[in-house]
């Protein structure tokens, strides 16, 4: 039987410090792993208790975080130009990433057994091995903008193109195909692997990183690249992070709310307590195809600096 949301038994943790988290992802330890702005990963026990860990480089701005095969959490750091990685005790490692100010952003675990990253500002795909051996791929389209990656049911990543509006895909050995989004401007950010066996993302909307776009859709993409879009029914503001939920339906934050949305496209908004910004979004699938998922649908709120769940049962 297919879990289902209790929207009123939302919970959120608030965090000690002004941590301003973005990406969650679970470990392997069974808590809940942020990436704050504020130069700060973060754990959060299921019972809410909460441990911050300070990034080694100054000013790094993490943004990206996922789970690695070697049971440690690996993240991007934005400014800071690496590759950062946490063990579950709060130990760190950063690697340098070859090329200068390139900006990383999404990180994901790819069936490879390496994490995989995106250069949004030198227009590369990166590969890094669990050693920290880095591997950079130029991307066709000049200036895309990639922004956000997962890997897909095919055995490749599958990746955002947000300058460019368009979705990539990258083989293991760096083979890379482009999928254009039937709009220019549709501003394609957060992807992930729905349980259906498609790409599914959010169309950011608004003034994003320099750019005005018209996306407040979600999309479909099959492996073969066909993309079917599907309009948020609220008007205003833009989604922000997409995860496959308890439910295996696909979820998105946008604002003070978390979306549904079925596999046929049937979108239904949530309430977030007031003011909530909710941003990263997890139930376990971590930008991999969904297997091990928790009864909880976890986000980072980045105005209340907090995090919280939607429970299922």
């Known amino acids: 039987m297919a879990a289902t949301a209790s929207a009123q038994t939302v919970n959120e943790f608030p965090i000690g410090s002004v941590a301003f988290p973005l990406e969650v992802a679970l470990g392997s330890d069974g808590n809940l792993w942020f990436a704050g702005m504020t130069n700060r990963i973060g754990r959060v026990t299921p019972a809410g208790e909460v441990t911050e860990f300070t990034v080694p480089t100054v000013g790094s701005s993490p943004e990206g975080i996922a789970p690695g095969p070697d049971d440690a959490l690996w993240f991007t750091e934005t400014i800071g130009n690496k590759i950062g990685r946490i063990t579950t005790e709060g130990d760190f490692t950063e690697f340098p990433i070859p090329t200068a100010?390139?900006?990383?952003?999404?990180?994901?675990?790819?069936?490879?057994?390496?994490?995989?990253?995106?250069?949004?500002?030198?227009?590369?795909?990166?590969?890094?091995?669990?050693?920290?051996?880095?591997?950079?791929?130029?991307?066709?389209?000049?200036?895309?903008?990639?922004?956000?990656?997962?890997?897909?049911?095919?055995?490749?990543?599958?990746?955002?193109?947000?300058?460019?509006?368009?979705?990539?895909?990258?083989?293991?050995?760096?083979?890379?195909?482009?999928?254009?989004?039937?709009?220019?401007?549709?501003?394609?950010?957060?992807?992930?692997?729905?349980?259906?066996?498609?790409?599914?993302?959010?169309?950011?909307?608004?003034?994003?990183?320099?750019r005005v776009v018209s996306g407040n859709k979600v999309a479909r993409v099959t492996m073969r690249g066909e993309i079917t879009e599907f309009d948020i029914p609220s008007p205003t503001g833009s989604p922000t992070n997409v995860a496959v939920g308890p439910d295996r339906n696909?979820?998105?934050?946008?604002?003070?709310?978390?979306?549904?949305?079925?596999?046929?496209?049937?979108?239904?908004?949530?309430?977030?307590?007031?003011?909530?910004?909710?941003?990263?979004?997890?139930?376990?699938?971590?930008?991999?195809?969904?297997g091990r998922i928790a009864n909880r649908l976890w986000y980072a709120d980045g105005n209340g600096n907090k995090i919280g769940y939607l429970h299922f049962e």
């Open 101 to 210: 100010s390139s900006h990383p952003k999404g990180i994901a675990a790819g069936p490879d057994g390496n994490l995989w990253f995106a250069e949004s500002q030198s227009n590369k795909i990166g590969r890094i091995t669990p050693a920290g051996v880095i591997t950079e791929f130029d991307l066709p389209t000049p200036f895309s903008g990639p922004r956000a990656l997962a890997a897909g049911p095919d055995g490749n990543i599958w990746f955002s193109e947000f300058h460019a509006s368009k979705i990539g895909r990258i083989t293991m050995s760096g083979v890379v195909t482009e999928f254009a989004l039937p709009r220019p401007n549709s501003g394609p950010g957060d992807i992930t692997a729905g349980a259906d066996g498609n790409m599914w993302l959010v169309e950011l909307n608004g003034t994003i990183d320099g």
């Open 250 to 290: 696909v979820w998105y934050t946008k604002g003070a709310a978390l979306g549904r949305v079925t596999p046929d496209g049937t979108i239904t908004e949530f309430p977030l307590p007031t003011m909530a910004r909710g941003v990263g979004l997890t139930a376990g699938s971590d930008r991999q195809p969904p």
